[in-house]
């Protein structure tokens, strides 16, 4: 698919039963405690109050549509065929777009074996309409059809994927652009870019990974004394996943844990890269979407800067860097100048082997060979945590009306990762919520008490870092780190704050910021 445009937790035990009465179930057992003495009265998915907000969204009267089918896809990665899971037959999904104020209705069919989900990852959409089994809606059934439809509130640039399992590690996943009609920036034209890593059909399945992972490094046989591979390769003790000696000073230490044979960028590897025909001096919007599973990843162009307008959707006070760093589910958005020839636009997979790429082309020149690029950039280099917001977006100063502290916990040695010690059951998922109300403005500290860094999501929000940050609703959390967000409950419902580390979410890197009366 041509991605560019002018301007303008183990569910596993459900299957084999009846889905919808074990999530019904879930769900009627919060349900049966409200009022119960002791107990809050939560805001479910079907309150009338998740309505009454969806109706003060401000609506343009236009509705968009499109049609999904999750299925079997048979595709190509580096020339190697894989047959994988994917939406309307192929690995690119199509990449959505609306205005904001406008209406999206996605009827989604699930002709998958699995049950399966779409969530809209950034939107502050109605909570029923979230795409979480168990917690906003039941699992939609193998054979099933489910319609998503709400209001688009804020423009930006977001994505939608699976929230099943390991899902998103095939491809069941895509971009949506939400268009500002007030936009202010001046450019030609936009690129939307989606980066991801590759492992399926063709060194095993996403499943296959997590098993190898969820054994641990103290229980796979290995000398956790000894030292770990150079190459930050995977390891050679029947570990055909695992990666060791995965480092970034950027991250601040481990860089990710598992060992990818590809770096795709728009569902291409860099031997089959996309380009986009420019002329010179033209400006491009480039939307960038980190949908990888396990892998940051630094992007930029040699000897060339980009200017950072966006970060989650959000605009930012504009700065020029060499390279910025997306953790997964992260989005940038940044301004580029076409110079004459050929521009590689590269995605480096921090602290691990390899490269993403795609090239912008005025038609003239030769367009280089990936060995020949560079495997580093560096000089001025950020994430979207690091940038200030743009005033316009700046949240009210106001007192935090009750403060919830979100550590982070576990470790690769069991691979049993969590939040405040606990790792989330979704079977229980009203267990260890944190709790909130209507109307108040909400600090929360993400307290890092483990080795590795996380990409930390909160759906169904957009928060803001610090005092001036950035509005994100993804921030990186390095090892041994607190970033501290602030956000407004303006959003009444149940809403997922995960690890955006696919395999740290799965093994229960998870919790809920609930709504109660």
């Not at 698919?1 to 074990?22: P, Q, W, Y």
């Not at 980190?290 to 200017?307: E, H």
């Not at 049993?416 to 790792?423: F, K, Q, Y």
């Not at 909400?442 to 008490?449: G, M, Q």
Request: glycine share 10%; net charge negative; proline share 5%.
């Amino acid at each position: 698919m041509n991605n560019h445009t002018d301007h303008h937790l183990g569910r596993r035990r459900f299957l084999g039963l009846s889905v919808a009465t074990a999530a019904a179930a879930a769900l009627a057992a919060c349900t049966n405690t409200q009022g119960a003495t002791g107990l809050p009265e939560r805001i479910l998915p079907t309150d009338a109050l998740v309505a009454d907000y969806e109706a003060r969204r401000v609506f343009s009267g236009k509705t968009v549509a499109q049609n999904l089918t999750a299925a079997s896809v048979q595709a190509t990665v580096a020339g190697k065929p894989v047959t994988t899971w994917g939406y309307n037959g192929a690995l690119t999904a199509p990449t959505l777009r609306a205005k904001a104020g406008d209406r999206l209705q996605v009827s989604l069919a699930n002709n998958l074996k699995d049950v399966t989900s779409i969530h809209w990852h950034g939107l502050a959409l109605r909570n029923d309409q979230d795409g979480v089994p168990d917690v906003t809606q039941d699992p939609i059934a193998a054979g099933a059809k489910f319609t998503y439809d709400f209001r688009l509130a804020h423009p930006g640039t977001y994505w939608y994927h699976s929230h099943v399992e390991m899902q998103r590690e095939r491809a069941l996943y895509g971009a949506l652009i939400i268009e500002d009609p007030a936009e202010k920036l001046i450019y030609d034209r936009d690129w939307v870019i989606v980066l991801d890593d590759w492992m399926d059909g063709i060194t095993g399945t996403p499943d296959d990974v997590l098993k190898e992972l969820s054994a641990g490094m103290s229980m796979s046989g290995m000398d956790m004394g000894s030292s770990p591979s150079p190459s930050g390769g995977s390891m050679g003790t029947g570990m055909k996943h695992m990666l060791m000696g995965s480092r970034s000073d950027f991250l601040g230490g481990d860089a990710g844990d598992v060992s990818y044979p590809y770096h795709l960028f728009n569902s291409k590897a860099p031997d089959q890269a996309e380009i986009l025909a420019a002329k010179t001096g033209q400006v491009i919007r480039l939307r960038i979407i980190n949908a990888a599973g396990d892998t940051a990843y630094r992007v930029g162009i040699p000897g060339q800067k980009l200017t950072i307008t966006h970060t989650d959707g959000f605009p930012v006070q504009h700065q020029d860097v060499d390279a910025v760093v997306l953790g997964m589910g992260e989005r940038i958005d940044a301004l580029l100048t076409v110079k004459d020839g050929f521009t590689p636009v590269m995605a480096l997979p921090e602290g691990k082997t390899g490269q993403a790429l795609g090239f912008i082309s005025t038609g003239t020149g030769k367009q280089p060979l990936p060995a020949t690029l560079p495997d580093t950039l560096d000089g001025i280099v950020v994430d979207g945590g690091q940038l200030k917001a743009d005033p316009a977006v700046n949240l009210k100063d106001k007192t935090p009306d009750r403060t919830h502290e979100v550590h982070l916990t576990g470790g690769m040695a069991k691979y049993d990762w969590g939040i405040n010690g606990h790792r989330f059951d979704m079977t229980k998922p009203f267990e260890n919520t944190f709790d909130i109300k209507a109307g108040e403005r909400v600090e929360v500290k993400f307290i890092n008490d483990t080795d590795m860094w996380h990409p930390m999501h909160l759906h169904g929000h957009t928060f803001q870092i610090g005092a001036g940050g950035a509005r994100k609703d993804t921030v990186i959390v390095r090892a041994k780190q607190t970033v501290t967000v602030i956000f407004d409950a303006d959003n009444p419902g149940q809403w997922l704050t995960h690890c955006h580390n696919a395999y740290h979410a799965e093994r229960g890197m998870m919790g809920v910021f609930s709504y109660i009366k």
